[in-house]
């Protein structure tokens, strides 16, 4: 399937060039139309009933945990379904059993959403050991194991840094928290449907996907992938229907997972959706995404890096779907504004939800950065457009 007939099942993309992925992806229609079968005609609740409807959706609803763990290689009730990926990582942060005195190993660049749960949990005394990346945003694998001791009980990072694209070393990563027997949480919001991933590579206890994203599934749905010896290691923390297997007036029995986790009723059209999402990145391809993907990112770092008055952050040679970037004496938003107003192009401006990275990165001056970030459906002349418009802000405003 070639970019162009992406494009054409997301009407979205006729009046605008979309740089926002790193934010959300537009839906195509198979996944849209997944969602109205649904709504249409067996709009009904899951795991419930025993009439004709109620068993379709239930099927349908197993049927998308299956799709999308056949597609990542694990097993069915391995994937907990959420509703984003901040709440499958709170899910781990909130659910391990973490005492006073114990440490764990937070980069100083992550999402606030890999990050705030983490220094929620200093109320209860635990220590965050805060690891910086480099100038460039990478974090080196020998500065997190200086900082494992006797106290460390989990290690976690975010795959791509949102902020400026910059990929991190998962799988080494991975292995010094194997050889230190820690828990291991990788956040792979920028990294899942843009690329392939292998989780037995990865070798991590818990991995936070969101589904609205790369995966180009509906907003409001997401999943943690728990490795099977780890569901003892988290306490469910939203009880109620759907998670116990008996209930008398003085206690009760929890459900196995994922279903322990999966507490009331789920987003049934949400997760519909994102089955036909996976199906449909199965149908272009993970690999050309990825090959894709890579060649528009180092196009787009050179664009933009080759005009006078702009910054732009991070290694060319280890970013990937994004380039960050400012224009010297500009505020990012409004950059992104005259984008916008002159050409129709959407990119995100700000702190993108990352404010110690920013300022890590020196662009907190700037209001943040400019973030331009694609996918398959993005094209040459996306990015050549966006270089124009730059050129011409660069020279009108900036020096
Ligand atoms: C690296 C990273 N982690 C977490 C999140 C939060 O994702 P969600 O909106 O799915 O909760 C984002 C969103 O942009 C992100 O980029």
Redesign the pocket.
């Known amino acids: 399937m070639k970019p162009s007939e992406l494009r054409a099942d997301i009407p979205l993309l006729d009046n605008i060039i979309y740089l926002d992925a790193?934010?959300?992806t537009p839906t195509p229609k198979p996944v849209v139309d997944a969602m109205c079968d649904y709504f249409y005609n067996y709009n009904v609740n899951t795991g419930r009933g025993a009439y004709k409807l109620a068993v379709k959706a239930s099927e349908r609803f197993r049927s998308a945990r299956s799709t999308i763990s056949n597609f990542l290689g694990c097993n069915e009730h391995e994937i907990i379904f959420t509703k984003?990926?901040?709440?499958a990582?709170n899910l781990v942060a909130n659910g391990i059993d973490l005492q006073k005195g114990d440490s764990v190993i937070v980069p100083n660049i992550?999402?606030h959403?890999?990050f705030v749960p983490w220094l929620n949990l200093k109320r209860k005394g635990v220590n965050v050991k805060i690891i910086k990346a480099d100038e460039f945003g990478v974090v080196n694998p020998a500065e997190i194991e200086k900082n494992v001791d006797e106290t460390t009980k989990l290690i976690t990072i975010?795959h791509?840094?949102?902020s400026i694209g910059s990929v991190q070393p998962i799988e080494e990563i991975g292995k010094i928290a194997n050889e230190n027997n820690l828990l291991y949480l990788v956040?792979v919001?920028?990294s899942a449907g843009h690329m392939k991933l292998d989780l037995m590579k990865i070798n991590a206890d818990f991995i936070?996907f969101?589904g609205?994203?790369g995966f180009l599934g509906p907003v409001g749905t997401?999943f943690l992938y728990c490795k099977d010896e780890n569901v003892e290691n988290i306490v469910p923390i939203n009880l109620g229907g759907g998670t116990v297997s008996d209930v008398t007036e003085d206690s009760f029995t929890l459900d196995s997972s994922p279903a322990r986790f999966e507490g009331g009723t789920q987003n049934i059209s949400g997760i519909i959706g994102l089955e036909a999402a996976v199906k449909y990145i199965k149908k272009i391809g993970i690999d050309k995404i990825e090959k894709h993907s890579n060649k528009l990112t180092k196009l787009m770092f050179e664009e933009i890096y080759d005009i006078k008055n702009t910054i732009c952050y991070g290694d060319p040679e280890n970013i990937y779907g994004i380039t960050s970037f400012n224009i010297n004496n500009m505020n990012s938003h409004d950059v992104a504004k005259i984008l916008d107003e002159t050409r129709n192009i959407c990119v995100r401006s700000g702190y993108?939800?990352a404010i110690p990275a920013i300022r890590h990165f020196g662009a907190y001056e700037h209001g943040g950065t400019v973030r331009a970030s694609l996918h398959y459906y993005n094209t040459k002349e996306d990015i050549q457009i966006l270089a124009e418009v730059v050129k011409n802000i660069a020279e009108s405003f900036g020096d």
């Open positions: 790193a934010s959300t984003n990926t901040t709440e990582i992550e999402h959403s890999n975010t791509i840094s949102n956040d919001a920028q936070a969101p609205h994203k997401g993108h939800c």
